[in-house]
């Protein structure tokens, strides 16, 4: 310190203000600690003159002091509670119009124009802070905290990200972490019960499956991955297994743990993508590394144990029996043909030789079976590069021995500054996955074993005489469990590899444009190899002990049908775009700009080799048996521009703009392009000085969203508008036009209905070619409004925050038949469908959550529920006969989907009962009626049951419920975390059919719990014995058509139909991380296992007929969902 | 953005070529191979109600729904549904009006458009070429008109393309129905017009093609449609109430009898006697002889045109698979669905000409009659039974069809039988003889003969045909000489030609092993029994019931009338130690077949099938049928 210094006094040394430093510290310590310090420029203010001070020099000048600005720089870092930089702070000096923003790395400086002031830090998502500015303090840092709410997060939104807070669409988003709480196979899976808006049903759970879910029960969603649309087809083959080439799969077979976010658009924000966006966008962005992050390497796995949630239990051969003789007496046979009085007697003791009960369930499934997942990734960066490596495998076994499934997953995310402002970077993915089954005949390989279930007869042995050296010729040997094994029946497997690359480009300039190209390139194969073996089965003869393999007319028993084929699908999906981002902000004004370019294309092929094979032993295909070669092919192509303006005021009001001029190669070269435009507006409430005045930090955050926009649906032919039936089996989506149908020309050879027949003429294989039906060209995409008002809150510091919609989707345009032109039908053809009519979606749907801290209790609990149902608005000029057909078949402004059958409104208690019955419940006289069947309900007081007495009974079948619901809680105390996930439905129904209706279907056993609770009469040979009731009504095996299953007009009662209601425990899950005092020693930054549970406890309304609630085959006999315990680990190492 | 700027160079990225689609007009047009492929694909879409196959069409348009159905060979009285999941075929409480209904008009808007683009592209196509391809076409349209005309009665004649243009003024696309018989005129001289001009045949070898249309094919379809015309003209009229419509769509004026039934006899003679064709006579024995002259595919002069397959080529069905007798089966599954009645099997007389009626009692009822071989109760039957069905210990590929329902034990204290019938199939009694044979027949058990009786006619004798791997090739005959003889017969007859219609009649009885002229005074019932035996399961019965107007009477809905419901033939093993004329004999027992739970109802209703709302509606000049 010079002498000049000395001229003052330690007083006026006090009223010096040091104002300007280039260094972290205030000058007044340097002056006392730090001398060493370089170019420190001292200014003191004395009297009116200025000294500067160069401490370094030793030099000081005097200014006068009006030639210097008077301010005061204050610097610092802006982090939050992880001490991770937060940019975009508004800092600003109270009371003036000071203000200034953090920049990427926390980092701001403001100037104070006076001596003192209040700094105010404010950022969406954190509370906000203010801080006095002492004298002489120059680096001000702070730290915010949080708000318990998710303002802050950046959420996926179409071509960008945007801040949760600022979004105006209905976005909802999910992160990985909640993602990975339920240990699915298939990402879809554990999206059920997070997301409001979203709906799920999971009909077939075999290993690799995932549910099927809707936005807002919209239809099938298009699927984005990492900025790329993939294909909305969906398929399964008839040997069950995806056809692997829509996004919807792609997402599915992802490794779960390399999904960073999801998001899903489900109202205008949608319309970005188009004429594929009016079901909802799902957009799936995988994980990255960090620049200048040190390296991370986790592990984790689980390992779990499987069993069914729910399937129906076979009668025993006691109950067998008797049914069997019951149905003969009721169907006014002799019982004792069937079996002898002594026959029943010793099925019922079960004691004799020859005399026991099979149990097929346990015959064909196994418990407690495995299903384990390991996965490793590395991420990190360095200041120019980042990284994210993952390498994961996934293995499920089936219930059933012998089946199984299992996926290999690869992520490789690179990014890289090649020179300033430009980036490179590479996604890439890869898959292999495999599906091994047991080659049984007949295509889905699921199918016969758990028919076997119910098709077996429990008195029949699966080896015969018991001797598992010989498979028993039992009464249908194709369903024989014994069978069911790779070395008796042959094996197939079904093998995906799939490699999927994006490669990115982007160029930054300085004056906030940045450029973008990315080009995508899918390559999906699917390698399909099955032989189905010829193997005999035996009959044994207990007069001479032997076992016999064929009959004694000669034919072989056992299977002598062997079959084999291999096919390959090789799907090439493309996609490029260009994309252009500006933003800017002028004071309080912030725009935002997008534009891009895009189009994609796909191709699949398809090629089948089938052969007989001549033996078992011979492992490859050969020419000379070969009898059947299929080449197929199919193409989708689509190009579109896209074009998105955000502007916002001060943070509070919010305005984005958007359209897309699309096109599809399904249309006619005139009807392919059009454009969908979308608004979207939010007002933050919370950010008005009345809000923030009258601000008890009660409300902390309110915004009003309004949002609309149009969309497309390549749609080509109505949606289940055939009036005689009366399923309703309707999918929301609608099925494609068929591609080309705008092309006249001739089909060939094909399998289609339409497709040309080849004919044998003078034994010879005529291919055949058929004219094609008019040319489709006045068809076009349906169009769709949607509409959505929406709601965010958060209330107490976001302790509690909300979020509710209330939306429409409608649709207009839908194809249907201009039917007041009537071509005659003698034309030959029938008129191309138009764009006519017209539905809406209609619904609501909100989630809350609460999370808050109680000491060492850091807990967090969510609701959130959807309602949405299709409303059929107008159809193309209806008309009806009469007011019954009105009323039966309208379909004019009036929900969609209603299943009209019976109601039963009691049984025929006796055979008096049936005699002095006054309304003909069968329309034959009640001729065909027993005590026990059910009393039709005659609505219209006719006397007769006919279709006219069919009322509402309930909702769609097999598709998504009307209304979803979810609970989640989450719960951390120390090292323990204990999260719960409920997931549940109501308004959809389910109909029993063949196997859970018809007893002895398909010439089997019926569930247990049927034989437990029937109409019968106490002795099955005394006709005139007396009747015991009971819930299900008398047995007559076969008789399918009887009005108790079949009611004149219609199938459906309300005896068979159940409208399913549930509640399920989806997740269950207890983790403990272990201290850091432990794991520090163990070289680990953390160390957490846990134990999870999936379906554990159900509440529903069907567990009477042991189904799981999600299933919609009306036979039960379906792969129903996995009640799964497993144990897992996290390890991050250091 | 190189490779995106690459992928621009297309044209036009929308526009795609479909790989899978000829869209090329002229080329097909111009190419008799491609033209061929176009008769292939007609030949192939011509209904019948029967068949090997099904094509069920319904969800694409309900009026091609019911182009080919072999199921339907269950649903009339010459067989019942043994299978599974379908026993709503053995439970009509009544026919519905709209069964039979076809309104094809996708076929006929297909063959006009051909012979206009044949006309219209067709440049480089020789003359000789033109008039051939046009005429197989006027075949397959008339063939197709015939198929209409005995379902609905007098349909619109549409023999040029209608086009709409579009201006929503339809109205003169609209025709009315012609009148039944101007139908059948049409098909009569179509085919007077086309019969010299079609190829397919060869005189110096006397071959004529049997899947494609030739001069005989189309006299084939003459005689039979001329028979019905026929018919229709003279019984319909002899119902109490005839069933007709003012403008004649449905009814033919009785003095046109006369004239279609020369025009059928002349155009069956014309076939008979060409040369090209023979009744088919190759094999001794005269049950599989008869088997062969409707299944054989090669050296058989008999068959006229057949729908057929090939499995080399993948083109196949699995009619075998499902039909097969359950005991013989090659795969694990189906087998049986369609099993024969005693009803049938009874309508084969024997061979010294009495009634076929089979003799499972002594004549004073007071016991069984005693078999030594369950084959013995058909032993001297008209052959043609041994040819069309596989009765209880009949052989078939080489195997013998064990049919057995069970046991018969004498109880000596009660003085009679206690009936012991298994719970499965293939099984054993305690004495460790059969019980319940393997191929049934079983009261309760699913795809396994309920009757008693399985199908021979049109079950592949291949080895492994009956497995769903291999399937069968085995035809469908649309014509053949058998039938050509009959409607010769019956023309004649109804012209009183006796002699003549004698001639052809014991021609097929002699082969089948009845006596020369064994035929000694003629009947229209004879005759209608005749084409019944002969013809079972070729898609005749249910066309001649309606035509002789006789099918409300046979059907009547009656439980009470044994030809309405179909009936079983149960064969049992006598257990009776110590009665050697009758222990270990076969027994019969005749019975209602178990599962048949509702009789035939043919109503006055069904004569004409009602005509779709859907028609209606499109146009206005068509009227109802009656009843309707």
Redesign the interface.
């Known amino acids: 310190m010079g002498s000049q210094f000395k001229l003052l006094n330690k007083t006026a040394m006090k009223n010096c203000l040091p104002l300007w430093v280039n260094a972290s510290s205030p000058s007044y310590r340097v002056s006392r600690y730090s001398p060493g310090i370089l170019q420190v420029l001292l200014v003191m203010i004395v009297m009116n003159f200025t000294f500067i001070y160069d401490v370094t020099a030793g030099v000081t000048s005097e200014i006068p002091i009006k030639k210097i600005p008077f301010f005061r720089p204050i610097t610092g870092k802006i982090t939050n509670s992880k001490n991770e930089p937060v940019s975009g702070v508004s800092v600003k000096v109270k009371e003036t119009k000071t203000g200034t923003t953090s920049n990427e790395n926390g980092d701001y400086s403001i100037n104070i124009p006076n001596a003192t002031g209040i700094l105010t830090f404010s950022h969406i998502g954190y509370a906000d802070k203010q801080i006095e500015v002492a004298s002489y303090t120059t680096v001000i840092n702070v730290r915010l905290e949080e708000n318990q709410s998710t303002l802050n997060d950046v959420v996926v939104v179409g071509y960008g990200t945007q801040k949760k807070a600022t979004i105006t669409g209905a976005v909802s988003s999910l992160k990985s972490e909640d993602l990975m709480r339920t240990p699915a196979v298939a990402a879809t899976s554990a999206l059920v019960g997070k997301i409001p808006g979203i709906t799920a049903r999971s009909t077939d759970n075999r290993p690799g499956n995932g549910t099927s879910i809707q936005i807002r029960n919209l239809g099938a969603p298009l699927y984005v991955i990492d900025g790329v649309p993939y294909s909305t087809s969906e398929g399964a083959t008839s040997f069950g297994f995806n056809t692997g080439i829509s996004g919807q799969n792609l997402f599915n077979q992802l490794g779960l743990e390399d999904i960073e976010s999801i998001s899903i658009l489900k109202d205008a924000s949608a319309a970005v993508y188009g004429l594929r966006a009016s079901n909802g966008v799902v957009l799936v962005t995988t994980k990255k590394g960090k620049r200048g992050e040190t390296s991370n390497f986790n592990l984790s796995g689980y390992y779990g144990l499987q069993n069914f949630t729910r399937f129906n239990k076979p009668g025993n051969a006691a109950q067998y029996v008797r049914g069997r003789l019951e149905s003969e007496q009721n169907l006014g046979r002799s019982p004792s043909l069937l079996y002898t009085k002594e026959q029943l007697a010793k099925w019922e003791a079960g004691t004799d030789k020859g005399y026991k009960s099979y149990n097929y369930f346990d015959m064909v499934t196994r418990p407690n079976v495995p299903q384990y997942y390991i996965s490793a990734n590395a991420s990190g960066g360095s200041q120019k590069s980042n990284y994210y490596f993952s390498i994961s495998h996934v293995d499920q076994d089936a219930i059933i021995k012998d089946y199984k499934f299992d996926r290999t997953n690869i992520q490789a995310n690179l990014n890289a500054t090649v020179f300033k402002g430009m980036q490179i970077g590479a996604q890439i993915s890869g898959r292999l996955q495999k599906h091994h089954n047991v080659g049984v005949p007949g295509l889905d390989d699921y199918t016969n074993p758990l028919l076997s279930i119910s098709s077996m007869w429990p008195t029949e042995s699966p080896y015969a005489n018991d001797n598992i050296k010989y498979i028993n010729q039992t009464h249908n040997i194709n369903v024989n469990p014994a069978t069911y094994k790779n070395d008796v029946t042959g094996y197939v497997d079904e093998m995906y590899r799939s490699m999927n690359v994006n490669l990115t480009a982007q160029y930054d300039t300085k004056f906030g444009l940045t450029l973008k190209g990315l080009y995508s390139y899918n390559y999906t194969n699917e390698d399909f190899d099955g032989f189905e073996y010829t193997y005999n089965a035996y009959i044994y003869d207990p007069i001479t002990d032997s076992y016999n393999n064929r009959s004694a007319a000669g034919a072989l028993y056992g299977n002598q049908n062997p079959w084999r084929e291999k096919h390959k699908r090789n799907i090439f999906a493309r996609f490029a775009q260009i994309q252009a981002n500006y933003s800017k902000q002028f004071g309080d004004h912030s725009f935002s700009a997008v534009a891009a370019y895009e189009r994609s294309d796909n191709e699949n092929s398809y090629f089948l080799v089938h052969t007989i094979p001549p033996n078992n032993t011979i492992p490859t295909q050969l020419f000379s048996n070969q009898d059947v070669l299929i080449d197929d092919w199919s193409t989708e192509a689509r190009a579109g521009y896209v074009g998105r303006l955000n502007y916002s005021y001060a943070g509070k009001y919010l305005l984005e703009v958007l359209g897309r001029y699309d096109g599809s190669y399904l249309y006619a070269p005139g009807s392919r392009w059009g454009f969908f435009p979308g608004i979207s507006a939010g007002w933050r409430i919370s950010e008005e000085p009345f809000m923030k005045r009258s601000g008890n930090g009660f409300i902390t955050d309110l915004k009003l969203r309004a949002s609309y926009g149009e969309t497309g649906s390549e749609i080509g032919y109505p949606i289940s508008q055939n009036r005689s039936v009366n399923t309703n089996l309707y999918t929301a989506g609608g099925s494609a036009p068929d591609p080309f149908s705008y092309l006249p020309g001739y089909t060939f050879a094909g399998t289609g209905v339409d497709d040309g027949r080849s004919a044998v003429l003078d034994g010879n294989y005529v291919i055949g070619l058929r004219p094609r039906g008019l040319p489709i060209t006045n068809l076009s995409w349906v169009k769709n409004q949607s509409k959505n008002i929406g709601i965010d809150i958060g209330v107490l510091n976001g302790k509690i925050s909300g979020q509710f919609d209330v939306f429409e989707r409608k649709r207009s345009g839908l194809p249907a038949a201009r039917y007041d032109v009537l071509v005659p039908s003698e034309v030959g053809y029938t008129l191309p469908n138009e764009n006519l009519t017209s539905d809406a979606t209609r619904g609501v749907e909100g989630m809350i959550t609460y999370s808050n801290k109680a000491g060492a209790f850091d807990y967090a609990v969510a609701a959130n529920g959807t309602f949405a149902r299709r409303r059929d608005l107008q159809p193309y000029k209806p008309r009806f006969g009469n007011a019954w057909d009105e009323y039966r078949n309208s379909t004019v402004d009036r929900w969609s989907s209603i299943n009209w059958g019976y109601h039963v409104i009691g049984r025929f208690e006796s055979l008096q009962d049936i005699e002095s019955y006054k309304i003909d419940n069968d329309n034959q006289g009640n001729r065909s009626q027993l005590p026990g069947d059910f009393k039709y309900e005659d609505v219209n007081g006719d006397k007769i049951i006919n279709a006219l007495d069919q009322r509402p009974i309930g909702y769609a079948e097999g598709t998504q419920p009307y209304v979803s619901f979810g609970f989640n809680g989450r719960v951390a105390y120390r090292s323990f975390t204990l999260s719960v996930d409920f997931a549940g439905a109501n308004m959809q129904s389910y109909f029993r059919d063949n196997e859970l209706k018809y007893p002895f279907q398909n010439n089997g056993n019926s569930p247990a719990y049927m034989f437990e609770d029937h109409w019968r009469r106490v002795d099955p040979y005394d006709p005139g014995s007396a009747w015991v009731g009971g819930t299900y009504p008398a047995f007559r095996k076969d008789l399918t058509t009887h009005v108790n299953y079949n009611p004149i007009g219609g199938s459906r009662s309300d005896f068979w139909l159940t409208n399913v209601h549930y509640l399920r425990l989806k997740n269950l899950e207890l983790g403990y991380n272990f201290p850091k005092s432990l794991i520090d020693r163990m070289g680990l930054a953390r160390f957490r296992v846990y134990v999870n549970g999936t379906n554990l406890i159900s509440f529903d309304n069907v567990k009477e007929f042991q189904i799981d609630p999600e299933i919609s085959l009306g036979s039960g006999l379906i792969y129903p969902q996995q009640r799964l315990v497993n144990f897992g680990f996290n390890v991050s190492f250091k | 953005?190189i490779?995106?700027s690459a992928?621009?160079c297309r044209k036009?990225?929308?526009?795609?070529k479909?790989?899978?689609?000829?869209?090329?007009?002229s080329t097909?047009w111009n190419d008799p191979v491609?033209i061929?492929?176009?008769?292939?694909?007609y030949?192939?879409?011509l209904p019948t109600d029967m068949g090997l196959v099904d094509i069920d069409?319904s969800?694409?348009?309900a009026?091609q729904d019911r182009q080919a159905q072999w199921r339907n060979m269950a649903d009339y009285d010459d067989a019942m549904w043994s299978g599974?999941?379908q026993?709503?075929r053995n439970?009509y409480?009544s026919y519905p009006f709209d069964r039979w209904r076809i309104?094809n008009?996708?076929?006929?808007?297909?063959i006009?458009?051909?012979l206009e683009n044949i006309e219209k592209y067709g440049t480089t196509l020789t003359a000789t070429q033109k008039i051939q391809f046009s005429a197989e076409l006027r075949f397959l349209r008339a063939l197709d008109y015939f198929e209409m005309v005995k379902r609905m009665g007098g349909?619109?004649l549409?023999t040029k393309q209608?086009?709409?243009d579009y201006s929503?003024e339809?109205a003169s696309?609209?025709?009315p129905r012609a009148k039944e018989s101007e139908i059948y005129d049409f098909i009569g001289s179509e085919m007077d017009a086309i019969k010299d001009q079609l190829g397919?045949s060869n005189a110096a070898t006397t071959i004529a093609?049997t899947?494609?249309a030739n001069k005989y094919t189309a006299l084939a379809l003459k005689s039979r449609a001329m028979l019905y015309a026929g018919s229709l003209a003279r019984y319909n009229n002899l119902m109490a109430t005839p069933i007709t419509t003012l403008g004649g769509e449905v009814g033919i004026s009785a003095s046109r009898a006369q004239d279609y039934y020369a025009k059928s006899l002349a155009a069956s003679k014309e076939i008979i006697n060409s040369g090209f064709y023979s009744l088919y006579k190759s094999n001794s024995n005269l049950g599989e002889n008869f088997y062969e002259a409707v299944s054989k595919k090669s050296g058989n002069k008999e068959v006229i045109l057949a729908?057929?397959?090939?499995?080399?080529?993948?083109?196949r069905h699995g009619f075998s698979y499902d039909n097969i007798a359950r005991?013989?089966?090659?795969?694990?599954?189906s087998s049986s669905n369609i099993a024969p009645s005693l009803n049938l099997v009874e309508s084969y007389d024997y061979l010294d000409g009495s009634a076929g009626t089979l003799k499972t009692r002594t004549p004073d009822n007071t016991d069984y009659i005693y078999y030594t071989n369950t084959t013995d109760i058909f032993a001297n039957k008209d052959a043609r039974l041994y040819g069309t069905v596989i009765y209880p210990g009949a052989p078939f590929k080489?195997?013998?069809?064990?049919i057995q329902a069970?046991v018969l034990v004498w109880n000596a204290a009660a003085n009679s039988y206690t009936?012991?019938?298994g719970?499965?199939?293939?099984s054993?009694y305690t004495d460790?003889k059969?019980l319940t044979?393997?191929?049934g027949p079983h009261?309760?058990?699913?795809?396994v003969s309920n009757t008693g009786f399985y199908l021979r006619k049109y079950i592949d004798p291949g080895v492994?045909t009956s497995?769903?791997?291999?399937q069968s090739?085995m035809w469908w005959v649309r014509f053949r000489l058998g039938e050509v003889y009959l409607n010769a017969s019956e023309a004649a007859f109804e012209l009183s030609q006796t002699t003549d219609a004698m001639l052809y009649i014991n021609a097929l009885r002699e082969r089948a092993g009845f006596a020369a002229n064994s035929m000694k005074a003629l009947t229209i019932e004879k005759i209608q029994n005749e084409r019944r035996v002969e013809l079972a399961f070729e898609d005749h019965r249910i066309w001649d019931l309606k035509r002789w107007r006789i099918a409300d009477k046979v059907w009547n809905g009656s439980t009470s009338n044994p030809d309405a419901m179909v009936s079983a033939l149960y064969p049992y093993r006598v257990i009776r130690p110590g009665d050697p004329a009758r222990d270990g004999k076969y027994v019969f027992i005749k019975m209602v077949a178990?599962?048949i739970?509702a009789p035939r109802f043919f109503q006055l209703g069904n004569y004409y099938s009602s005509i779709?709302q859907?028609?209606l509606?499109?146009?206005p000049k068509i009227v109802r049928n009656p009843f309707h």
């Open positions: 953005m490779l995106l992928a621009s036009d990225w929308l526009d795609r479909p790989r899978n689609i000829i869209t090329e007009g097909t491609l061929l492929g176009v008769l292939a694909d030949y192939d879409r069409h969800s694409v348009d009026n599974a999941g026993d709503a439970n409480t309104w008009y996708g076929l006929i808007r297909d006009n458009l051909a349909v619109p549409i209608l086009l709409y929503g339809p696309l609209q025709s397919n093609s899947t494609r729908w057929d397959y090939l499995s080399a080529k993948n083109k005991g013989i089966r090659e795969d694990n599954l080489g195997f013998t069809v064990q069970g009936t012991v019938e719970t499965d199939l293939g054993n460790g059969a044979a393997a191929s009261r309760s058990i699913l795809e492994n497995t769903r791997g291999i090739d178990p599962r739970r779709d859907v028609v509606n499109n146009n």
